[in-house]
């Protein structure tokens, strides 16, 4: 998807990459803290975490996309994101190895994505960005949450923790 206009966007590593998600999707940064684990969830279900009295799902990014699963260190942040579920916003907490930036990037910059030579399924990415020494990926938040028959749905969770 290209823009019709500049994207504002926070800018992460994930494995070793770069992403980039939407400001306006990303609702805080938080400093990485251990979930409360969900029992038979799926592997890329970190657990449960309280941001403020609500309980929001973890989410390990890096298994989501098929890399290796995160591994905790200093810089390990969670992007508390909003990610559009048919009639309804699902909060999630987003692990990430490290937070970078908050760019701005042109529309004229963004490129769609090519359908082979990427390691991540296309329909996770809106478009690319080219850096030096390699590309910035933006991420389609809404999708990567989908299961292929529709959106997941969290709701049991919640009232689990």
Known sequence: M?????IEAVVFNLGGETFALPVGTVQEI????EAF???QG??????????RGEAI??????????????????TTRILVVGV??????????????RVLDVATFAAGSVETTPDIGVRWRSDYIDGIVR???????????????????GAIDFSDMATAA
């Open 84 to 97: 559009a579920c048919g009639e309804r916003l699902l909060t999630l907490g987003v692990i990430v190895d």
């Open 42 to 51: 799926p592997a890329w279900l970190a657990g449960l975490i309280d941001v």
């Open 131 to 149: 850096k030096a020494g390699g590309f910035i990926v933006l991420l389609a938040a809404a999708r990567i949450f989908q299961a292929e028959d």
């Open 37 to 39: 684990q969900m029992p």
């Open 2 to 6: 290209i823009p019709a206009a500049d």
């Open 30 to 33: 938080l400093d990485y803290r």
């Open 57 to 74: 799902p973890m989410i390990d990014l890096r298994i989501r996309l098929g890399l290796p699963a995160a591994t905790v260190g200093p």
